[in-house]
């Protein structure tokens, strides 16, 4: 914050005060100065001053990031250039895309330097809309106890900055209300959010003698209860060895909380969640486990992450595995003094998830995924889809999104040209058998080089109405609204920051969507740069390819043809990082052909 120092700092002679996007300059100046020099990077830590804007000492920012999922590519180059986990890969009906998860953002704002014209700057002005997913519940204390244990050891896994350590000293303090005593162990390791954190907690009746236990950590197979709050983390071996078959039930969000890896590479993929659970399983006792996704209803209900762990907890408890009781755990949120309301009822929510088997179904929390992509085809889209000859459930589906997606684009007569070829390669596909995972792949990655975002479509997809819902959905109905873009014109002539454009980019966006009759014409003002040529010369090379691979389709080679197929996949980003990603898919359709 350059603010702070003011327009003349008081410094020794020859201090220079630097933004920090200039601290690699600074490091190579300094690296040629002889002698000693100072270079000093002042910026609090973004987890504590997360804190400290949660306790009220720091004033909240107005500002918010918000991502257009539709203009995203998901390169990962904004989680590349931001390290931070709040910049989450998310899975849609388009592929991989980025969000920024709002109830954990740090408010540090380097991912807006991704090279990326999806990036948002929100700043709300009226109320925060009421919690659109589900209704707002409450649960009285009027639940029947569990059969729980009189002592016992709990382990905790998780990630950093999410409220495990507080967990852990919540059950502590609740220990000691019922007048029991508790010997913990934080293993914490770095003090960074996002890092693997396990906490241990042996709870056992109060020693009159004052006997202490030698260890205060949970040893090989001691476990009773086995939190996992983090799947990565709960899955691994050093923990995993501290619970027995037959002796520890595991109650697990199944939450997918990406790690590092996967925000900076697009290639890095989550575990499959049958592998995951079946680690757990095995050293646990599958039956009494329990599993469900913490993070969704916690965000759903409270719009929060934070209490997401607090329901695994009360999910726990009512398990039988905590051996302390409810209202000395509630008393405990009650002294921690933070969310009282919400963390209690967490606790019962969690505890009501395990008496009623229906009771998350009752919620009826929405697929927003899928509300966002209800059909939208129209009459003059089903006929043609109609063309394609025998389609699979799931090419049906497949052609019913796309094919009016491509007329808005750009025509009919694009939207034809998607359609004819999809249906030649399922003519092709139908003579060696039942398989139509060839017509599917080819009917994503057609659409994908097809409908490549320039200028025209950018604009087309910043006016969407389904993104001014998303806004008005999470920030309220009165929203200043920047849209941060790097036009490839304005690189050329040397600038080299992202400009903002607010009313003004509305009106913009309303003229470009207007102008995409140009698209790839002579008078087109943008379609003769490098990047525009390569996108539009990708289709005819994707269809190409493909022909290639059909001229001697076989039950063989078919495994070959759909990998081939779906290479596009790779093609991702704009301008500088989607010509690098489309040297990889080059390269890679040269192996496998």
């Keep these: 914050d350059l603010d702070k120092y003011g327009s003349n700092p008081v410094f020794a002679d020859g201090t220079e005060v630097w933004h920090r996007d200039r601290l690699e300059e600074a490091q190579l100046i300094l690296r040629d100065v002889p002698g000693c020099t100072v270079l000093i990077y002042d910026q609090p830590c973004a987890a504590e001053l997360r804190r400290d804007r949660k306790r009220g000492k720091v004033a909240e920012p107005a500002m918010r990031v918000f991502i257009n999922e539709a203009v995203c590519e998901g390169c990962g180059d904004c989680g590349e250039k931001s390290s931070c986990l709040s910049v989450q890969p998310i899975e849609t009906e388009f592929g991989r895309k980025t969000a920024i998860h709002q109830s954990s953002c740090n408010k540090d704002y380097t991912c807006l330097d991704g090279d990326c014209p999806a990036f948002i700057e929100v700043i709300p002005a009226g109320k925060t809309p009421k919690k659109s997913t589900v209704e707002v519940i409450s649960v009285d204390n009027n639940l029947p106890e569990p059969d729980r244990i009189e002592e016992g050891n709990v382990l905790m896994m998780g990630i950093g900055g999410t409220g495990v350590v507080t967990i852990n000293q919540l059950l502590a303090t609740a220990a000691l209300l019922d007048g029991k005593e508790s010997h913990g162990l934080d293993q914490t390791g770095l003090a960074q959010k996002g890092g693997p954190v396990v906490s241990n907690l042996k709870i056992r009746w109060a020693d009159a003698e004052g006997d202490v236990e030698e260890a205060n950590k949970i040893g090989s197979g001691e476990a009773d209860a086995y939190i996992v709050f983090d799947l990565l983390t709960g899955t691994s071996s050093a923990n995993l060895e501290k619970a027995m078959p037959g002796k520890t039930i595991a109650l697990v969000s199944s939450s997918k909380v990406p790690t590092g890896a996967m925000v900076r590479d697009t290639s890095a993929k989550y575990p499959e969640w049958s592998t995951l659970q079946a680690t757990i399983d095995s050293a646990t006792i599958p039956e009494k486990n329990i599993y469900f996704d913490a993070g969704r209803l916690s965000d759903a209900l409270f719009r929060s992450h934070m209490p997401a762990n607090i329901i695994v907890l009360g999910a726990a408890y009512q398990s039988g595995v905590i051996p302390i009781s409810a209202s000395a755990i509630e008393k405990a949120i009650?002294?921690?003094?933070?969310?009282?309301?919400?963390?209690?009822?967490?606790?019962?929510?969690?505890?009501?998830?395990?008496?009623?088997?229906?009771?998350?179904?009752?919620?009826?929390?929405?697929?927003?995924?899928?509300?966002?992509?209800?059909?939208?085809?129209?009459?003059?889209?089903?006929?043609?889809?109609?063309?394609?000859?025998?389609?699979?459930?799931?090419?049906?589906?497949?052609?019913?999104?796309?094919?009016?997606?491509?007329?808005?684009?750009?025509?009919?007569?694009?939207?034809?040209?998607?359609?004819?070829?999809?249906?030649?390669?399922?003519?092709?596909?139908?003579?060696?058998?039942?398989?139509?995972?060839?017509?599917?792949?080819?009917?994503?990655?057609?659409?994908?080089?097809?409908?490549?975002?320039?200028?025209?479509?950018?604009?087309?997809?910043?006016?969407?109405?389904?993104?001014?819902?998303?806004?008005?959905?999470?920030?309220?109905?009165?929203?200043?609204?920047?849209?941060?873009?790097?036009?490839?014109?304005?690189?050329?002539?040397?600038?080299?920051?992202?400009?903002?454009?607010?009313?003004?980019?509305?009106?913009?966006?309303?003229?470009?969507?207007?102008?995409?009759?140009?698209?790839?014409?002579?008078?087109?003002?943008?379609?003769?740069?490098?990047?525009?040529?390569?996108?539009?010369?990708?289709?005819?090379?994707?269809?190409?390819?493909?022909?290639?691979?059909?001229?001697?389709?076989?039950?063989?080679?078919?495994?070959?043809?759909?990998?081939?197929?779906?290479?596009?996949?790779?093609?991702?980003?704009?301008?500088?990082?989607?010509?690098?990603?489309?040297?990889?898919?080059?390269?890679?359709?040269?192996?496998?052909?």
Excluded at 514 to 521: H, T
Excluded at 526 to 555: V, W
Excluded at 568 to 591: F, H, Q, S, T
Aim: charged content about 30%.
């Design 334 to 593: 009650e002294l921690n003094g933070v969310s009282i309301d919400n963390n209690t009822q967490a606790f019962r929510i969690g505890r009501k998830i395990v008496l009623d088997a229906t009771f998350l179904d009752s919620l009826n929390l929405e697929d927003l995924e899928a509300k966002r992509m209800q059909n939208k085809s129209s009459a003059t889209a089903e006929k043609m889809i109609k063309e394609v000859q025998d389609p699979s459930e799931e090419l049906q589906r497949l052609l019913s999104i796309r094919t009016p997606e491509l007329i808005d684009y750009q025509n009919v007569g694009y939207a034809q040209t998607y359609i004819d070829f999809v249906s030649k390669v399922r003519k092709k596909e139908m003579l060696i058998g039942s398989d139509t995972r060839m017509s599917e792949t080819v009917a994503r990655y057609l659409f994908k080089l097809m409908a490549y975002k320039d200028e025209y479509e950018v604009a087309r997809l910043h006016r969407s109405g389904d993104f001014h819902q998303a806004i008005k959905d999470q920030f309220g109905d009165k929203t200043k609204v920047t849209y941060k873009l790097h036009p490839p014109s304005m690189k050329r002539l040397g600038l080299d920051k992202k400009i903002g454009l607010g009313k003004s980019g509305d009106i913009a966006f309303s003229v470009l969507t207007k102008m995409k009759f140009l698209r790839g014409k002579g008078i087109d003002p943008f379609g003769n740069t490098r990047h525009r040529k390569l996108e539009r010369a990708l289709i005819p090379e994707y269809m190409g390819t493909i022909d290639s691979c059909l001229q001697h389709l076989s039950s063989e080679n078919y495994e070959n043809a759909v990998e081939v197929a779906a290479l596009p996949d790779m093609i991702r980003g704009y301008e500088e990082i989607k010509e690098a990603n489309v040297e990889r898919y080059r390269e890679a359709v040269r192996n496998l052909l």
